[in-house]
């Protein structure tokens, strides 16, 4: 699974991610799959046809209070973020192999540098394809054992996106020639999750990198070297001023350079003469320009002037046109304006969390699977998607995402919500586990043997559930639960606080992380998105002892289930995985929200569809006369 | 006047420690871990990367001896790193500070051209059409939020008549707001008129204290010119309390600075330090804190030198 945050690495970068979409306000909303292919998920005015023209400029807007500021792809834990990546790195530096083909969240292996790995038992062969740095020397398998040494030296303490690969996986890493590369693997692994979540984090790195202050550095041939090139690296990075015309960032291998960079946001890419790939830009240049909020934003979207005018920009959620139920859009907003509106989702699952570690004595009922069972029950899914997402969003119907619908969702996943709002199964469950329900009062324990092991006689169904503000209709989701609960004499004690303070007490596993457990419920709302890791196969958020594994949720069944989809290339695996792990309720499912709603000019094509995995392609991007 | 001026600094310098002091105390009170705020929950597993954060931060330090080394750190002109931004402090107040000031400045000295007049004519014109008309309307923008204010602005002239940008100056440096000065003009409006709202109010009450002083009266025994009273005397005096209000006003001024670049996508100072109480970026909100304190108490400073020269009771007082 991906990492997170925050947006925050997912945990690092699944919870960027996410921070980005909340801190901003223009993100959070998500479209159901079917809804989102091409054009089919379009309002407005139409954006076919037109006479297909060479240059002129295609403006951008970044999400709000966001700006690149981090150039270096081997991304410190400080400073990874969608933004440091798809807005920037990803333009500059092309990964080993890319992710997103239009609205699916898979490998492209179009533009992806390398053909597809060739698998064969526990060993592993790359192909590069000829692609060419801009100072002329070839992408060669160096550069990509450049990148492993790296992650292999300092990827532990300094690299966000590490996973313990290639150490924790790999025995023999050799570049058998220019082009061609060979892993050896301990284990034979499933040819999916090795290419998604391992080989997904590569992008390889030019021999000008491989220096430091004092001269050219051996870490592509020496491991002992690599700490200190990251050292100067990561320095260097530091130097925003200097991004422009620095002799380490103008080296790219990706379709755009730098001509322009602000520190504060306003960015100029102009096309990469030599790019190798597939598609050269059609563009002249390509600009992000920086917003305060999403209402600034929306602003200019709605208001063009020759200085300010947004190619690609999105709408904010207050700003929103409900969605008719069956349509993929509600009624554009600005159609008039020459634009087509288009909705986003994120590949990725979103959560509340429940702590079966709570030492507030709570514990021992959220470890009863009937009461999270009963609590699912009072999440309206529908209803929040319905009203405060106004149609823009998905249900989380288990630890893989239900939107896109990809082949890694299983067959009973797709059948939708696995507890559909229903408060009299979920009283049911109560009155049957021996809880007096005390409808609008307090529901305590009445027979504690039916109650379950560690719950007192007398003990109020009453918890702490601090949430992070900020998202209108995150707080609309935590009213309407709460009020649901007390129907059924459930108090749930929301605790509005900021984002990095839920993030710090519950994004983490409290007990693996040493810090305090002194709570029963939170929600950072950010859920977890998966990239760089892009397969939804569990290791990082469902296993035992698991850092991201917030509520400490532990079952034996489910992490041999886990271990199957990482050995295992079949989906069944992943299958039989999801399908018993969505009913245990590890964490309590709900709506994932659109990434964001976006509006394209209509004489801008090749931007749609855009990837849930959140990357952009300008260089498919072209006006029309 | 010398022993007036070197008790003001002191007291000053001694305000600008205490400030430091709880301002860094309070941050350092924020629950939660700061490493894992700005890199992530994901660092958990990582603590090699958590002690390296504090090492590098100081955070493994007391925080008496973290507030010494930023102090002696400040001393040298050296505000901190941005762990959100990765620039220096100093670098990014280099670039948004100017702008604030810019947008602030402007907006204070349109204030004031507009407010004194429109006071002296109330106070002047007490009770009548036009002291009514203007006590509406500064009413009306005193009380009304400066988003609010903002957002109405731009729909009016940028959206339902689209003759000036929704949108501040773009750009690095300070020089755009020159070229583009026309982009200045809604948030300038948009500061100022709560500004106006609120000097020509002072305004109005003190032209009324003073127009009533015996003063006054001796000058219209003299046969003095009703013009001359108001302009020579009148205004004189009354402009004394303004000029400690515009001292007092700025901290209030730099807030209502924050709302107005957010809502027209001005990124200055008040912006800046909003994003940082959101990301826990210390270094940022603790140097953003200096310079306005910095500029609260010498402004605050300057009024009471600007009032004990205008006011030489003050000085007398004083000593």
Known sequence: ?625 | MVVFLIRRVVQALVVLLLVTIITFALLRMIPGNVAVAIMGPSVYRDPAAIKLFDTTYGFNKPWYSQYLLWLAHIAQGNLGYSWKLNQSVVSLLAVRLPKTIALVGISTIVALIVAIPIGTIQAVRRNKPADHVFNAFSTIFYAMPAFLLGILLILVFAIKFPILPAEGPQGAGVGVIFTEFNAMILPITSLALVTIALFSRYMRSSVLDNITEDYVRTAKAKGASERRILVRHVLRNSLIPIATLIGLSLPGILSGALITEAVFNYPGTGLLFFQAAQSSDYPVLLGITVIVAVATVVGSLLADIAYAVLDPRVRYVSS
């Not at chain 1, 990706?254 to 504060?264: I, Q, V």
């Not at chain 1, 990469?272 to 917003?291: I, R």
């Not at chain 1, 200019?300 to 046109?321: F, R």
């Not at chain 1, 249900?395 to 797709?414: D, E, Q, R």
């Open chain 1, 1 to 625: 699974m991906g990492r997170a945050p925050e947006h925050e690495r997912r945990p690092r970068s699944r919870l960027r991610r996410r921070m980005l979409a909340v801190t901003v306000g223009a993100a959070a909303l998500a479209l159901v799959a079917a809804g989102c292919g091409g054009s089919s998920g379009s309002s407005g005015s139409s954006s076919t046809g037109g006479t297909k023209t060479t240059g002129g400029t295609a403006t951008l807007a970044l999400p709000p209070s966001t700006t690149p500021n981090y150039v270096f792809p081997f991304t410190s834990s400080e400073f990874i973020s969608v933004t440091n990546s798809d807005y920037l790195a990803l333009l500059l530096y092309r990964p080993l192999y890319w992710f997103g083909q239009g609205s699916q969240p898979t490998v492209n292996n179009a533009i992806s540098v390398a053909d597809p790995p060739i698998f064969n038992g526990n060993k592993v062969t790359i192909n590069l394809k000829h692609y060419m740095w801009s100072n002329g020397t070839p992408v060669t398998a160096q550069n990509v054992v450049f990148w492993l040494n790296m992650e292999s030296a300092v990827g532990a303490t300094d690299y966000g996106a590490y996973t313990g690969f290639p150490n924790t996986v790999v025995t023999g890493i050799k570049a058998v020639s220019p082009t061609e590369l060979t892993m050896t693997m301990n284990k034979a692994y499933s040819q999916t999750w090795f290419l998604y979540n391992e080989l997904s984090q590569i992008t390889p790195m030019p021999t000008a990198w491989d220096r430091t202050a004092a001269g050219p550095s051996h870490c592509t041939t020496t491991i002992s070297d690599c700490a200190a090139v990251y050292a100067y690296l990561d320095t260097q990075s530091k130097a925003l001023s200097s991004y422009v015309n620095s002799p380490l960032w103008s080296v790219v291998d990706g379709p755009w350079k730098l001509s322009a960079f602000n520190a504060d946001g306003h960015i100029t890419f102009v096309p990469n003469k030599s790019y190798s790939g597939p598609v050269k830009p059609s563009l002249a240049a390509f600009q992000e320009v920086p917003f305060t909020t999403d209402t600034s934003e929306y602003s200019v979207l709605q208001s063009p002037s020759g200085a300010s005018k947004i190619d690609v920009g999105y709408v904010p959620t207050e700003d929103l046109p409900a969605k008719p139920a069956n349509a993929a859009v509600g009624t554009n907003p600005l159609a008039s304006k020459g634009y087509t509106m288009n909705p986003l989702p994120v590949w990725g699952i979103n959560y509340y969390v429940v702590n079966f570690q709570s030492t507030t004595g709570n514990g021992p009922i959220i470890k009863q699977l009937y009461f999270r069972q009963a609590l699912a029950y009072l999440m309206n899914q529908a209803a929040v998607i319905a009203g405060p997402l106004k149609g823009y969003g998905s249900i989380t119907v288990g630890p893989v995402a239900s939107a896109p619908v990809t082949s890694f969702l299983s067959p009973k996943g797709k059948q939708g919500d696995p507890f559909p709002y229903n408060p009299t199964k979920a009283k049911s469950l109560l009155t049957s586990h021996g809880w007096n329900v005390v409808a609008g009062g307090q529901t305590t324990c009445k027979t504690p043997s039916l109650c379950g092991p560690g719950v007192k006689a007398g003990q109020p169904l009453k918890f702490n559930f601090p949430y992070a503000t900020g998202t209108a209709w995150q707080e609309a989701e935590y009213t309407q639960l709460q009020s649901n609960a007390a129907a059924l004499g459930i108090k749930l004690n929301l605790q509005p606080k900021p984002f990095n303070q839920v993030t710090a007490l519950a994004a983490g596993n409290c007990v693996v992380a040493k810090i305090p457990c002194n709570w029963d419920m939170a929600d950072w709302g950010g859920g977890w998105s998966f990239a760089p890791d892009y397969a939804p196969t569990g290791e990082t958020l469902f296993k035992c002892g698991a850092i991201a594994n917030s509520g400490g949720y532990c079952d034996t069944n489910n992490d041999a289930l886990i271990n199957s989809t990482l050995t295992n290339s079949s989906n069944q695996a992943l299958y039989n995985w999801q399908d018993y792990l969505a009913p245990q309720l590890p964490m309590m499912w709900q709506p994932n929200a659109d990434y964001a709603v976006y509006e394209i000019a209509n004489n801008l094509h090749g931007v749609w569809p855009l990837s849930p995995t959140l990357t952009f392609t300008p260089e498919d991007w072209y006006f029309v006369k």
